[in-house]
Structures are given as structure tokens and as C-alpha cells.
């Protein structure tokens, strides 16, 4: 299983990156889809996750109101929107899918892309 993700790179405080994560359709459509992140040091955190179909969101309370996520179900693309990003974003992001479902349970892991973030 594949995840594709991209868009990292190094932004000043204040600043803005989208990151993308794409998969393929017979993950997609019924996989919690989310991004986690991993500072320096630090375990792997929850960023923010977006459920199948009709897109319920999660996010981590230090992201709330600065970051958004959201799903196109035609690209079998998830974004993660991150604005007014500060030092403590700095991190590898790793997108994340994951099923519950019996007999179909799973969880898997795309590359890692680094965010920067300097102050």
C-alpha cells in the first residue's frame, strides 16, 4: 500500500504549507485518513484525522484554529492546511491510514515530510 505525501518545506513563523497525501481508491474510501507528526526527540503525535465518507474531523488542541484538514474524495487526496505556523510545528509529518473494520483492519504509514519552521 502506497501513501504519497508531499509537500513539506521551511517557512518562517507566521507562515504557511499545505502538505498532500494521496492514496489509492480502495484505501480511500473507507480509511480514517489523518496526518501525525514526529519532533526531534519526540514521539510520533496526532495531528489531525478525517474520517471516510462523510469527513468528520479530529485534530490535536496545539493545532486547533490554525490547521485544517480536508479530504477530495476524487483525488483520493487528503491536505493538511497549516497556517500561522510556529517553531514547535517543526516536525516530520507522516500521513496516516488506519481501518477498524473487521476483516479489513489495517494501518498504514506514507514517507515522512519535513516541515521547518525558524522563528
Known amino acids: 500500500v502506497q501513501l504519497q505525501a508531499s509537500g513539506g518545506g521551511a517557512v518562517q513563523a507566521g507562515g504557511s504549507l499545505r502538505l498532500s497525501c494521496t492514496t489509492s481508491?480502495?484505501?480511500?474510501?473507507?480509511?480514517?485518513m489523518g496526518w501525525y507528526r514526529q519532533a526531534p526527540g519526540k514521539q510520533r503525535d496526532l495531528v489531525a484525522t478525517?474520517?471516510?465518507?462523510?469527513?468528520?474531523?479530529n485534530y490535536a488542541e496545539s493545532v486547533k484554529d490554525r490547521f485544517t484538514i480536508s479530504r477530495d474524495n476524487a483525488k483520493n487526496t487528503i491536505y493538511l492546511q497549516m497556517n500561522n505556523l510556529t517553531p514547535e510545528d517543526t516536525a516530520v509529518y507522516y500521513c496516516?491510514?488506519?481501518?477498524?473494520?473487521?476483516?479489513?483492519?489495517?494501518?498504514?504509514w506514507g514517507q515522512g515530510t519535513l516541515v521547518t519552521v525558524s522563528s
Open positions: 478525517v474520517s471516510a465518507r462523510v469527513g468528520i474531523t
Open positions: 496516516n491510514a488506519h481501518s477498524v473494520i473487521p476483516n479489513n483492519a489495517y494501518n498504514y
Open positions: 481508491g480502495d484505501i480511500f474510501s473507507v480509511a480514517i
